[in-house]
């Protein structure tokens, strides 16, 4: 199973944490640190896979972020690619030419649609189509039940 | 103004701030209104406040004010406030709080919502932070969502039930039933949630996975439908249908087919059919590839099948993406010593990528070349070795010396070859080799008699050219101190003689003594080999003498200690024959550096020195004290 997902700028700024295990505050802060300053240590053409504790890391830079996972050992890192790149392609749907601003700026969104993507540290649904078209109802029913709530009481 | 644009309006604000101390300001201030506005009435605008906060949140700042309100917004009737509520709940609140136990009832009654957007919320927080108790609490929810609900539904309930038995293993057995029944249905969503599960199951309990074996022939007509079906636009990556399912599946049959010849065999073909049509171009493709690699090796399937694994892995290490050829190496570490010859044929691949740039690569082919040493190719893979020591990144250089010596220990062709290949590492890398380098070398060096000659010399001209690697310095004094007779004799069967004076040794053997990258343990060895020199040079034991004078008052004690020592033997013993000091000098005791092991054959030598001129009763009288001596050492 994925342990975390963490966005990151290039400057080290987390943009999303996303924790599939109970870890302390304090403890989140830490692997935060150990991931930004390993991953952002690499060369630019090195290899997407790290070792760290007993967990595998794997990493991809897109554009200005990057985005890296904690996966158990016996997981397939190559799969783990492919689980960043559908995520990515999925945020890129969404927002339509996604880039950092959006995720900063929509942060509540890019969450929506990671809990759509993965549960519990796996992958729920292999589909990119139906992904998005439930990402599409949820968003609107949360638009009608603004709207709903904009109107005036009677 | 919509309340959400607000919320954007406090992040311009925030990344607008110059400084760190202006952006906690801002952060102070947005924080206090909403700890003002949750105190408030329901305004419609709470969720939008959490959402601020949760950014706050992800910037680092103290945020836990909140976690009340997320369990106050989880409990509204409204979506957009659920939504938030549970986001909140799943950023601030772990198993750990006490506030996660307040929303157990409100997960429960979203469970059984009418709108599945609700169920899905908390499916997906319980997957998230659920706890032991809460898990307790609602498996039989979960049960009945596996079982009658849409494949939307399904397949979250599939995956929280995986959670629920991470968290209390003893939750497999009333999941069981519904997850066998759940791979008959057809959506890819439902189905990898349902194998993720059987295989959760299956690690966790053996007669669950016996279970399960039934169900390999079915297991391998799904991946038999995948692999061969055409082109599925909904489900297609890279030319590949449903990698993501097909490795689960992969695994899953992995793990049924473990050490059982039944199971195994009947995914034989299977196997061979998704190692042949896969196509590799792409991650997808090599993602799965990979997966049937490492199941071929890990079930009991037969050697055919296995030599095509051993092949692709081979193939990958000649693939242009990096990351392959590192998975490769990994894959082929594992097997290496189950499938030592077949990993053999890809040893020239391995050893090419010693060259490559990227540390991690170079690190995973250090390992497997030296996994790949045999009696065999020791020759050759050392030369590739030793090319490899002489440009490799600093963290690895330690385990490159350790592991050359390991294989040079284990496989030498001969002790000249052996001393050689040492002599080399100790000049490329001598800094980083192990402490027990230095006896073991003067161990080997000894007991090769016929290459003494060759070994002194050898380590002369070493010593002229550097002595900045100290161990390498301290074998040569060593060295020089006994066999130096063999040096000023000016010949060698081996290799070509130099041409030295005493005064060229005593030099030598001085600017060790007297160079500040020595350390003292270094001075100590270049001491005693000067010391040892007197007993074997005629001419210049004046000079000798000297030199061992001025060491008494030298700063490092121990080294004082020697000189003054040996200074007294010199006053005491002049009359004495040869032999004698030569043996009164290795009673000192043991020195700096040297093990039980050297001081027992410094004195066996001295025996034989003392039987041939002719003193064996004085010999044999300090001899026995001497090995008594050696022998309290060796026991303690």
């Known amino acids: ?126 589909s990119k189509q139906v992904l998005s078209r439930s990402i599409e109802a949820s968003d609107m029913l949360q638009e009608t039940m603004e709207e709903y709530m904009s109107k005036p009481a009677f | 103004m919509s309340p959400s644009v607000r919320l954007q309006e406090m992040i311009r604000v925030i990344r607008g701030a110059r400084t760190q101390g202006e952006e906690r300001g801002v952060i102070q201030r947005e924080c206090a209104a909403i700890r003002a506005q949750f105190r408030q009435a329901d305004n419609g605008t709470r969720s939008h406040n959490l959402a601020k906060l949760l950014y706050v949140h992800m910037l680092g700042y103290p945020a836990h004010f909140g976690q009340m309100e997320c369990v106050r917004l989880i409990a509204s009737p409204r979506y957009n406030e659920k939504r938030v509520g549970y986001l909140g709940a799943m950023m601030l609140l772990d198993e750990k709080q006490d506030a996660s136990l307040l929303i157990t009832n409100s997960i429960k009654n979203d469970l059984s919502h009418s709108s599945q957007y609700v169920q899905s919320l908390a499916l997906c927080t319980l997957a998230c932070m659920g706890s032991a108790e809460m898990c307790r609490d609602l498996a039989p929810e979960i049960d009945r969502l596996l079982r009658a609900s849409n494949s939307y539904i399904k397949k979250k309930a599939a995956l929280c039930a995986v959670h629920m038995v991470r968290k209390v293993p003893e939750l497999g057995e009333l999941f069981t039933p519904a997850a066998r029944s759940l791979l008959s249905e057809k959506n890819h969503g439902v189905l990898h949630g349902a194998v993720v599960l059987i295989t959760e199951l299956c690690e966790r309990n053996p007669d669950t996975l016996e279970q399960f074996r039934k169900a390999v022939p079915e297991l391998v007509l799904m991946m038999k439908g995948l692999v061969m079906s055409g082109y599925s636009p909904e489900h297609n990556v890279a030319g590949i249908s449903d990698p993501f399912l097909q490795v689960r599946i992969l695994r899953l049959l992995r793990i049924l087919g473990r050490n059982n010849d039944t199971a195994s065999d009947a995914m034989n073909d299977l196997l061979a059919q998704v190692a042949t049509n896969t196509d590799s171009s792409k991650t997808a493709g090599s993602a799965v590839l990979y997966e049937t690699v490492l199941t071929v090796m890990d079930i009991k399937s037969e050697s055919g099948l296995r030599v095509l694994a051993v092949n692709i892995l081979g193939r990958f290490l000649l693939n242009n993406d990096r990351n392959i050829r590192y998975i490769s190496m990994t894959s082929l570490q594992k097997i290496v010593q189950t499938d030592h010859n077949a990993v053999q044929r890809h040893r020239g691949t391995i050893v090419d990528c010693l060259k490559d740039q990227d540390a991690s690569v170079k690190r995973r082919a250090l390992e497997l070349s030296l996994a790949l040493v045999s009696a065999v190719n020791i020759r050759s893979l050392m030369k590739e070795l030793l090319l490899f020591l002489s440009s490799c990144p600093p963290e690895l250089r330690a385990h490159t010396t350790s592991g050359i010596f390991n294989a040079a220990e284990r496989y030498a062709p001969s002790q000249r070859w052996h001393i050689d290949t040492i002599l080399h590492v100790l000049t490329t890398a001598g800094g980083d080799v192990r402490d027990e380098t230095v006896p073991n070398l003067i161990q080997l060096i000894t007991t090769a008699t016929e290459l003494h000659c060759y070994t002194v010399h050898k380590l002369y001209r070493a010593l002229i050219t550097d002595i900045s690697v100290q161990s390498l310095v301290q074998v040569a004094c060593w060295c020089i101190g006994e066999y130096g007779d063999l040096l000023l004799r000016g010949e060698c069967e081996e290799t070509e003689p130099v041409q030295v004076t005493e005064d060229d040794v005593l030099d030598a053997l001085e600017t060790v003594l007297q160079s500040h990258m020595s350390s003292p343990a270094t001075r100590g060895f270049a001491l005693t080999a000067t010391m040892k020199l007197s007993t074997r040079i005629t001419h210049n034991v004046d000079r000798i003498r000297s030199i061992v004078s001025i060491y008494g008052s030298c700063i490092d004690v121990e080294l004082q200690q020697r000189a003054v020592e040996y200074n007294a033997l010199f006053k005491k013993y002049d009359h004495m024959s040869q032999s004698y000091m030569h043996i009164v000098v290795s009673e000192e005791g043991p020195k700096n550096g040297q093990t039980p092991a050297t001081l027992v054959m410094d004195c066996s030598l001295c025996y034989r020195t003392s039987s041939g001129t002719g003193a064996p009763s004085l010999g044999t009288r300090l001899l026995n004290s001497f090995y008594s001596q050696a022998i309290r050492l060796l026991n303690t």
């Open chain 1, 1 to 126: 199973m994925m342990h975390f997902l963490l966005l990151f700028s290039r400057q080290g700024k987390l943009r999303l944490q996303k924790w599939f295990t109970p870890v302390p505050e304090r403890e989140k802060k830490k692997i935060v640190r150990d991931m930004t300053t390993m991953v952002l240590g690499r060369k630019p053409r090195s290899c997407n896979f790290l070792h760290w504790k007993d967990l595998k890391i794997v990493y991809k830079k897109y554009a200005s972020l990057y985005f890296c996972c904690g996966l158990d050992a016996e997981e397939n890192e190559l799969l783990a690619l492919e689980v960043l790149h559908r995520y990515v392609e999925l945020l890129d749907k969404y927002f339509g030419n996604v880039c950092e601003l959006d995720i900063i700026f929509n942060f509540e969104k890019a969450y929506f649609i990671l809990d759509e993507f993965l549960l519990g540290g796996e992958v729920q649904e292999t």
